[in-house]
C-alpha cells in the first residue's frame, strides 16, 4: 500500500512539473475567463501586479516537490516581504512563501490548490483582505472569499493547523479605514469560530495605535512592515509554533531555587486538575459575543497526562500551555491539587501571545496575568517583554499579596483567603508558563 502511495505521489509531481514547463498555464486569467472562476471581486490588472504573478507562480509550480511539506504563508505583499528566507526568523523549519503583492482573497481563492495545497503543507499561515478594502470589495464579499478558503483548506486536510493573521492595521489616507478592517476581521473570526483547526492571532492589536491605525514606527508608508515589524511579528508567532511542535523542541533542564519546589514538572500536568465550579444560572438574553464559561461538574486530576481532559491546558517541552480557545474566549482554570495555607513566595515565567488574557489564582483572587501591554491593565510597565518570557513573583504574607513583573510592582496588597491553590486561569488568546515554584515561608 505505501509503495503505490509513493508511486502515486511521484505521478504527482511528475505531472504538476510537466504543467510547470507551461508558462502560460499560471498566467493571470483574462477578464473574460476571469467571469468564470471562483470567488467574488474583480482580479487585479496593474502592471506590477500581473508581472508577479506571472513569473512567480510558474516557478513556485516548479518546485512543488522541494516544498511539500512546508509551513506555507498565503498572502499580499506583506507576506511576500518575508523573502524566501523569511529573514531567518524560524530556523529549522520548512517554509513555502506563497504571497503575491497587490493579491485579494480572490486572488488567493483561485491560486490556492496549485500554490498551496499541491504541497501538502504541515500547516498553513493567512494573511489577506487589505487589498479587497483599497478596491472597495464589499465586506461581506471579502468574508464569502475568506469560507470558500477556510473550506478548501477544510476539504484538503481537516487536521491541518492554520494560523490566521488578523487583517493588519493601516489608514484611511491608503482607503483602508479601521472600520472597514475591523468590520472584515470580525467576519473572519466568525467563520473560524468553534473550529479547533483554526487559531486566530491578533495581528491586528499587535500593530495598532491608540487610534485603531498602523504604527508608523513599524509601518513606514502604513502599509508594509519595516524589519521591526517583521521582527514583532515573528515574535507574534513563535509561540503558536511552538505548541504545535515547530520551534523550542527540546525542554530546559530546570532545577527549582534552593528552598523553592516545583510545581509543573515540565512533561505532564501531575499535580494538577479541575476543581468543581459552583452552577451558573444561564441568561435570559446571552450576547451573541459573550465568552464560553466552562463548568466543571465533577473533579478531574491528570496525573501522568500531558494534557488535560479537553486539550486546553498541555505540557509541551517544559512549558504549561493554555492554549487558544477555538470559541475566542473560553473562561476555565487549571489548579494545583495542593493548597497552601502557609505565606509562600510563588514564581514563574509566562509568555503571552498578543492580546491574550490569562491570570495565576492566589488561593481563590486572581492576580492578572496577560500580555499586559496590549492587554492591560499594566500597560504602563517598562520592562514588560512582548511576546517573549516574562518573570512573576509573588510574595504572600498575613493573607496579603505583592507581586512584581520583572521587578515593577504590578499590585501592592492583594488581599487573600486563609487557604486555597494555585490556578491558571484560560480566557484568550494563548498563554504559556514554565519554571513555576515555590517556596514556604515561615510565620
Not at 234 to 241: E, K
Not at 287 to 308: L, M, N, T, Y
Not at 358 to 375: M, N
Request: glycine share 8%.
Amino acid at each position: 500500500m505505501k509503495t503505490h502511495i509513493r508511486y502515486l505521489l511521484s505521478l504527482l509531481l511528475l505531472c504538476l512539473s510537466l504543467v510547470a514547463a507551461d508558462p502560460l498555464h499560471y498566467a493571470l486569467p483574462d477578464v473574460t475567463a476571469e467571469a468564470s472562476l471562483p470567488g467574488e471581486g474583480a482580479l487585479r490588472r496593474y502592471d506590477g501586479y500581473v508581472k508577479r504573478w506571472n513569473t512567480v507562480r510558474p516557478q513556485w509550480a516548479s518546485e512543488v516537490a522541494k516544498d511539500q511539506g512546508a509551513v506555507v504563508f498565503l498572502g499580499d505583499s506583506i507576506t511576500q516581504g518575508w523573502g524566501t528566507d523569511f529573514k531567518k526568523s524560524f530556523e529549522g523549519m520548512k517554509l513555502a512563501n506563497r504571497g503575491i503583492g497587490g493579491d485579494t482573497t480572490r486572488g488567493m481563492l483561485i491560486r490556492l490548490q496549485e500554490d498551496v495545497l499541491s504541497l501538502h503543507p504541515k500547516a498553513v499561515v493567512l494573511l489577506m483582505g487589505t487589498n479587497d478594502i483599497e478596491v472597495e470589495v464589499p465586506v461581506d464579499a471579502i468574508g464569502r472569499n475568506f469560507q470558500k478558503i477556510v473550506a478548501a483548506l477544510k476539504a484538503h486536510d481537516p487536521k491541518m493547523p492554520v494560523i490566521v493573521c488578523r487583517v493588519f492595521p493601516s489608514s484611511a489616507t491608503k482607503k483602508r479605514p479601521k472600520e472597514t478592517i475591523n468590520a472584515v476581521n470580525a467576519l473572519f473570526d466568525a467563520a473560524v469560530k468553534n473550529d479547533p483547526q483554526f487559531t486566530v492571532l491578533d495581528t491586528y492589536g499587535l500593530f495598532a495605535n491608540a487610534e485603531g491605525d498602523a504604527l508608523p514606527a513599524l509601518f513606514p508608508d502604513l502599509l508594509h512592515l519595516n524589519g521591526a515589524g517583521y521582527a514583532k511579528w515573528a515574535s507574534a508567532l513563535w509561540p503558536l509554533f511552538a505548541t504545535l511542535g515547530y520551534l523550542d523542541t527540546q525542554a530546559e533542564v530546570f532545577k527549582p531555587d534552593p528552598g523553592f519546589v516545583s510545581l509543573f514538572n515540565g512533561k505532564d500536568l501531575t499535580g494538577w486538575g479541575y476543581r468543581i465550579t459552583p452552577p451558573r444560572k444561564a441568561p435570559k438574553a446571552p450576547k451573541p459575543d459573550a465568552p464560553f464559561i466552562v463548568e466543571i461538574k465533577a473533579e478531574e486530576k491528570f496525573d501522568g497526562q500531558a494534557s488535560s481532559s479537553d486539550g486546553r491546558y498541555r505540557a509541551i517541552n517544559g512549558r504549561l500551555v493554555v492554549t487558544t480557545p477555538a470559541e475566542g474566549r473560553r473562561i476555565q482554570a487549571l489548579s494545583t491539587q495542593l493548597e497552601f495555607p502557609q505565606d509562600f513566595i510563588l514564581k514563574l515565567e509566562f509568555r503571552a501571545t498578543p492580546n491574550a488574557d490569562s491570570g495565576v489564582f492566589l488561593r481563590k483572587p486572581q492576580l492578572q496575568c496577560r500580555d499586559y501591554l496590549l492587554a492591560g491593565p499594566y500597560k504602563d510597565l517598562k520592562k514588560y517583554k512582548a511576546q517573549d518570557w516574562n518573570e512573576l513573583i509573588v510574595t504572600v504574607k498575613g493573607g496579603v499579596a505583592h507581586a512584581e513583573c520583572n521587578g515593577e510592582t504590578i499590585e501592592d496588597a492583594l488581599k487573600l483567603p486563609e487557604n486555597g491553590p494555585i490556578g491558571l486561569e484560560g480566557d484568550r488568546g494563548q498563554m504559556e508558563y514554565r519554571r513555576l515554584q515555590i517556596k514556604t515561608l515561615a510565620r
